[in-house]
């Protein structure tokens, strides 16, 4: 995977960088620098930064000390967490519990990302979402549903690490689709109202970033509704939900 930063415009960039499973196969992984004002900047999750990427970051921000602060939005993505507190000193570090219960000894802001006080902070130049239903951080480390979703209205980008994923298509010619994690059965929350709860959540993230037009994702790049299939991204998102539903209504008849 060629590490690269992609301006989508509107002061969002998206950083493509790499990811080896089992060191082998190449799935690729991200982080985003988005502007919140002069000289003012976030970045989303983390990644390690080769000198030349570092040397646009600091192109397009004037200078590290602009970036006030890292979001780590998936809290199974950490392999770059240490790396990141290292390029940017300055800022303000936030992730999930597991983020802060891995690395105790780094330097952390006072809330965790999935606490919608700390999203109010960067509003209204982002939006913020976390799947209802599901469980954030599951004992299954392999359960990769959860995570903090972020919205860009100026660019109208959603920067997504795994809760929905490209599905690459099967036969020359077709397009891919979108698709909610595979794990979602098993990171639906074990309790009555959870499969409504997400159902719920979903619909309305659908209606609040309907003009959302494009979607970065972690392991498949920048995706656009014309690589999906649709003419909107909301339809993609859409169709990515009704596909799940077999999944959502099996858990709501055995949980309720």
């Not at 000193?89 to 330097?107: E, W």
């Not at 972690?218 to 690589?227: E, F, N, W």
Request: aromatic fraction near 8%; hydrophobic fraction near 40%.
């Amino acid at each position: 995977m060629r590490e690269r930063i992609i301006d989508l415009g509107d002061g969002f960039w998206n950083i493509r960088g790499s990811f080896k499973i089992g060191g082998l196969i190449e799935i690729g992984t991200q982080a985003s620098l988005v502007r919140l004002g002069p000289e003012r900047f976030v970045i989303l999750d983390s990644y390690t930064l080769s000198d030349g990427l570092l040397e646009q970051l600091d192109a397009i921000t004037g200078g590290r000390e602009n970036v006030a602060a890292v979001l780590n939005l998936h809290p199974f993505h950490t392999l770059h967490t240490e790396a990141m507190h290292a390029a940017f000193p300055a800022a303000s570090h936030y992730g999930t519990p597991r983020h802060l219960r891995l690395f105790p000894a780094l330097d952390w802001g006072d809330l965790t990302i999935d606490d919608p006080a700390l999203w109010a902070q960067f509003a209204p130049a982002l939006d913020f979402a976390c799947p209802d239903g599901v469980t954030l951080i599951p004992s299954n480390e392999k359960i990769h549903c959860g995570s903090i979703l972020a919205f860009h209205p100026a660019s109208g980008t959603i920067h997504v690490d795994d809760t929905f994923n490209y599905r690459p298509p099967k036969k020359a010619g077709k397009t891919g689709k979108l698709g909610v994690h595979p794990t979602l059965s098993m990171a639906l929350e074990k309790r009555p109202g959870a499969a409504a709860a997400f159902r719920d959540w979903s619909a309305e993230l659908v209606a609040r970033w309907g003009d959302a037009r494009q979607l970065c994702a972690a392991h498949s790049g920048v995706l656009t509704p014309d690589r999906l299939g649709h003419d909107t991204l909301a339809d993609a998102l859409s169709a990515a939900l009704r596909a799940a539903e077999p999944k959502i209504a099996r858990h709501a008849r055995r949980h309720g």
